[in-house]
């Protein structure tokens, strides 16, 4: 395999935003922002959501105005039922 053809990996600290976790791992992304952890430098990377603000890993269930849907949707037919 050729060398010049592979990202090189860095160390890469991932920061949640809602919950503030660290998540520190290898990743091809690079940032201008750095951070040393255990004498150890990371470029962190900010994300909104992670496995640990995810509503599908921690089980939060989130409300969905349906209601408003349903008769979004009604109202929609309406009009074209009464053009005809």
Request: aromatic share 8%; glycine share 8%.
């Amino acid at each position: 395999m050729k060398a010049e053809g592979h990202p090189s990996l860095n160390n890469v600290c991932f920061v949640d935003v809602a919950t503030g976790k660290k998540f520190l791992t290898r990743s091809a992304l690079k940032s201008s922002r750095k951070e040393t952890i255990d004498g150890v430098e990371y470029q962190v990377v900010v994300r909104d959501v992670t496995s640990d603000s995810h509503p599908a890993y921690t089980g939060e269930k989130r409300l969905v105005d349906t209601a408003g849907r349903i008769e979004k949707f009604s109202n929609k037919f309406k009009r074209v039922r009464g053009a005809k």
